[in-house]
């Protein structure tokens, strides 16, 4: 068949445009692979649902591994894996900065009002929605692609120091399964930490009034102790609806529930606090600021309990908290008394080793004693981490990235995986590190959980930044 030199020089000219276009695809695909973003997608579509995170765990190892990482397996089950990524191997023994995320979630109601799906990683106006976006899939790629990047910096050269991801199961379950079991002493001998950088505060507006633009982020040096306590009263018999009695075992239980709401809280002003206070009072200026800076003062203690109550956030650094979660009867007809009433108790308390027993010696005092308290999960005794070497460092990577902010330390109302490492003594500080906003805060836990594209860059910077620091000056 004969064609002319016009008709070849068109067939040329469409399979060199098609070469083109099929290079461009594939340098797309291959890019694609290792954006966070896309990556982070991909992680949110996984179902890591606490006791089932292998599959996660398994995907961000062969990502680690792809970015020419050492992994070393921790331990290994459906409802128990956990591992670690390190720029140097393990057995070479060195001191180790080491981050740590959790890889399972809370489970997701998919038939309420999610705006996408909980499990499909969907990206929208430049911004991730999906079940762990904040808590906290997106930190375990920010700390990968931060790890990432330091070891292309210190390719050619050796550091005497590693560089330690470490990847947990079962956090939003008590850390039973993750956090407690790398804490065991042949796993902390291997991993030689010096330090431990995981989830905690973030960077937050509206927190400083007639300030309300001020960008403060909170880095948390110390948590609250959780507390689950089960109260359940019990009576020989329970009867019939139509006969009036005053010894159920509801009325039993609701007469304690309502002296424990009634219990006057105690104000602790304690060293943690007072660090807290301090620099929001700085932040804060004039009498204000002078007041919240000098709370514990005998003078202003009239006034202490309004200015407290005032702020829910300053409600949270000084006082225990005691939250009624659950009631219940066994099931019955409703025209049955029950004889058993049970209640539980989220408590959560300040990290002083006295308020546990204070708690339960007023649980006792003023519970019926017919009523058995019993304790039914708990978080290790850990005393608050000291603002030393390692929380300067965090605090200045997060200036470099977000210069214009304020650094404030932070006792975490909720409790973390850093409990763990600070109960044996280990120094653990916890941050988001990036902007959060109130719609953000609000989606933990609950439906359209999300995260703009801008907080993966930003938090990939800061974590860079800090690694950065450890690369040159800081030492045991």
């Known amino acids: 068949m004969y064609l002319s030199s016009s008709s070849q020089f068109m067939i040329k000219a469409c399979l060199n445009y098609f070469k083109f276009c099929f290079f461009i695809f594939l340098y797309s695909v291959s890019h694609a692979q290792e954006d966070p973003v896309y990556i982070l ?182 948590e609250k102790k959780s507390l689950w306590l089960k109260l359940e009263a019990t009576v020989k018999s329970g009867g019939h609806g139509s006969i009036p009695s005053g010894k159920t075992a509801n009325k039993l239980l609701l007469k304690a529930i309502q002296k424990i709401e009634e219990t006057e809280e105690r104000i602790v002003v304690d060293r943690n606090a007072k660090q807290t206070l301090k620099a929001l009072g700085n932040l804060m200026g004039g009498f204000k600021g002078f007041v919240l800076k000098h709370l514990n003062w005998w003078i202003f203690k009239p006034f202490r309990k309004k200015i407290i109550h005032s702020n829910e956030a300053l409600q949270t650094l000084v006082t225990n908290s005691y939250q009624l979660t659950r009631i219940q009867n066994p099931t019955g007809s409703v025209n049955q008394v029950s004889q058993t009433a049970t209640a539980y108790y989220d408590c959560r308390l300040l990290p002083n080793k006295s308020e546990r027993p204070l708690l339960m010696k007023l649980l006792f005092r003023i519970v019926d004693p017919r009523i058995k308290i019993s304790v039914i999960d708990e978080s290790p005794e850990a005393e608050p981490s000291r603002l030393d070497i390692h929380y300067e460092v965090m605090k200045a990577s997060i200036l470099k990235v977000f210069p ?73």
């Not at 400083?208 to 110390?222: H, R, T, W």
């Not at 909720?414 to 959060?436: K, M």
């Open 41 to 222: 997608s991909n992680y949110l579509k996984i179902r890591s649902i606490s006791g089932q995170e292998k599959e996660a765990g398994l995907y961000l190892k062969n990502l680690c591994e792809k970015f020419g990482l050492e992994t070393t397996v921790l331990s290994d089950s459906d409802s128990t894996y956990n591992f670690c990524a390190s720029i140097w191997p393990l057995n070479k023994k060195l001191p180790a900065v080491v981050m740590i995320n959790h890889m399972d979630v809370v489970p997701a109601n998919e038939a309420s009002t999610w705006k996408y799906p909980p499990f499909s990683g969907t990206i929208s106006n430049d911004t991730l929605y999906g079940r762990g976006a904040i808590d906290m899939k997106s930190l375990a790629i920010m700390q990968i692609f931060a790890l990432k990047n330091i070891k292309e910096t210190i390719q050619k050269e050796f550091i005497p120091k590693n560089f330690i991801i470490v990847f947990v199961s079962g956090e939003e379950t008590g850390g039973i399964n993750g956090a407690k079991i790398t804490i065991r002493p042949e796993i902390i001998s291997l991993l030689n930490p010096l330090v431990i950088f995981g989830e905690g505060g973030g960077g937050l507006r509206n927190v400083i009034d007639g300030k309300e633009n001020e960008l403060c982020f909170f880095v948390s040096n110390a």
């Open 404 to 476: 214009k902010a304020h650094v404030i330390p932070l006792l975490f109302p909720a409790t973390t995986d850093n409990s763990y490492y600070r109960s044996i003594g280990l120094p653990a500080f916890g941050v988001l590190p990036f902007e959060l906003n109130k719609s953000m805060i609000e989606s933990v836990h609950a439906n359209n959980e999300k995260i703009p594209v801008k907080a993966i860059s930003d938090g990939i910077a800061v974590y860079t930044e800090l690694l950065k620091s450890y690369t040159t000056k800081i030492t045991r």
